[in-house]
């Protein structure tokens, strides 16, 4: 019975990914083994000078013969629930007025969860517009929105979104620009029991993303495109429902103390960047919701 026992956990954790801390980590290896193009893959191309842990995926946005939009976009093989999940991107560069480079986390569905970075380009001179949100059971309208500090366009930069039971934290190059703090018990809707994909795109969005539409895409400087590289999930994998049970478990070094609250440096590092950078919260924007303002704007968030 006890040999039977051991064989069958054996294959159990072999088959999950088990690790010592009960959580399914994902390492970068290249964008062949983690992700796949579900849209524009022949306007995309993929390069690592022979090395595969240096791969770069080439997105680009063109106007096919004067008459079609086509952009591209990737997502992850594998769903996730709860961890850290990461992409270096160099965003669009001269004159990006019109385009939007998207990397987010999302599940599927008409109830479906969403933890958003959206690059929001602008005219030559002009910043980007680093637009962030979040959804649960369908429920969005959380944009809070930045400029960066620095060009987003001359390198790559890191962003990631750090998910757990606890909180979301939006970090760019390791400093956090928003927390989002889980308020369930509240009846405030959290994303906790979805599994969700990592996405990244570039694509056509002039009538909206720059000045709401004023500044269109020229055309005349495509094709536009925008890199990625070192895609690193560092996240527990979605089998389904019961995934919520062992994603959850407080030995996942995600969900340890270290990772509940911000510490007190980082909690500095926000208050700079949403002291000197941030340019539109939804919890200060009282006439869109007639002072009757999201239940989370009155709690603390980090």
């Given at each position: 019975m006890r040999n039977s026992q051991a064989?069958?956990?054996?294959?159990?954790?072999?088959?999950i990914g088990f690790d010592n801390q009960l959580s399914v980590v994902v390492v970068e290896a290249n964008f062949w083994d983690t992700t796949y193009f579900n849209w524009g893959a022949h306007h995309s191309s993929v390069y690592n000078n022979g090395d595969d842990k240096l791969q770069v995926i080439n997105m680009?946005?063109?106007?096919?013969?004067?008459?079609?939009?086509?952009?591209?976009?990737?997502?992850?093989?594998?769903?996730?629930?709860?961890?850290s999940i990461e992409m270096q991107i160099k965003l669009v560069p001269g004159n990006s007025a019109g385009t939007v480079t998207a990397y987010y986390l999302s599940?599927?569905?008409?109830?479906?969860?969403e933890i958003d970075f959206e690059f929001l380009g602008n005219v030559s001179g002009k910043p980007y517009i680093i637009h962030t949100n979040?959804?649960?059971?369908?429920?969005?309208?959380?944009?809070?929105q930045f400029y960066p500090w620095?060009?987003?366009?001359?390198?790559?930069?890191?962003?990631?979104?750090?998910?757990n039971p606890s909180q979301i934290v939006w970090f760019v190059d390791g400093i956090p620009i928003r927390a989002f703090r889980n308020y369930e018990y509240l009846g405030?809707?959290?994303?906790?029991?979805?599994?969700?994909k990592a996405y990244s795109s570039l694509w056509n969005a002039d009538n909206w993303a720059t000045r709401?539409?004023?500044?269109?895409?020229?055309?005349?400087?495509?094709?536009?495109?925008?890199?990625?590289?070192?895609?690193?999930?560092?996240?527990?994998?979605?089998?389904?429902q019961g995934s919520i049970g062992y994603c959850s478990s407080k030995a996942n070094w995600y969900i340890s103390f270290a990772y509940s609250n911000l510490n007190y440096a980082q909690k500095g590092q926000m208050k700079w960047v949403r002291d000197k950078y941030m340019i539109y919260d939804y919890c200060k924007d009282t006439k869109r919701f007639n002072w009757n303002m999201p239940r989370e704007c009155s709690l603390q968030q980090f």
């Amino acid at each position: 019975m006890r040999n039977s026992q051991a064989i069958f956990l054996a294959v159990f954790l072999f088959f999950i990914g088990f690790d010592n801390q009960l959580s399914v980590v994902v390492v970068e290896a290249n964008f062949w083994d983690t992700t796949y193009f579900n849209w524009g893959a022949h306007h995309s191309s993929v390069y690592n000078n022979g090395d595969d842990k240096l791969q770069v995926i080439n997105m680009y946005l063109t106007n096919v013969y004067l008459c079609c939009f086509a952009g591209s976009g990737i997502e992850s093989k594998k769903q996730f629930l709860f961890g850290s999940i990461e992409m270096q991107i160099k965003l669009v560069p001269g004159n990006s007025a019109g385009t939007v480079t998207a990397y987010y986390l999302s599940s599927k569905g008409d109830k479906h969860d969403e933890i958003d970075f959206e690059f929001l380009g602008n005219v030559s001179g002009k910043p980007y517009i680093i637009h962030t949100n979040v959804f649960a059971q369908g429920v969005g309208n959380k944009e809070q929105q930045f400029y960066p500090w620095f060009d987003p366009t001359t390198g790559f930069h890191n962003y990631t979104v750090h998910w757990n039971p606890s909180q979301i934290v939006w970090f760019v190059d390791g400093i956090p620009i928003r927390a989002f703090r889980n308020y369930e018990y509240l009846g405030i809707k959290y994303p906790n029991r979805q599994g969700m994909k990592a996405y990244s795109s570039l694509w056509n969005a002039d009538n909206w993303a720059t000045r709401g539409g004023l500044d269109k895409i020229d055309w005349n400087k495509s094709p536009f495109s925008a890199k990625l590289r070192k895609f690193t999930p560092r996240a527990c994998t979605w089998f389904g429902q019961g995934s919520i049970g062992y994603c959850s478990s407080k030995a996942n070094w995600y969900i340890s103390f270290a990772y509940s609250n911000l510490n007190y440096a980082q909690k500095g590092q926000m208050k700079w960047v949403r002291d000197k950078y941030m340019i539109y919260d939804y919890c200060k924007d009282t006439k869109r919701f007639n002072w009757n303002m999201p239940r989370e704007c009155s709690l603390q968030q980090f």
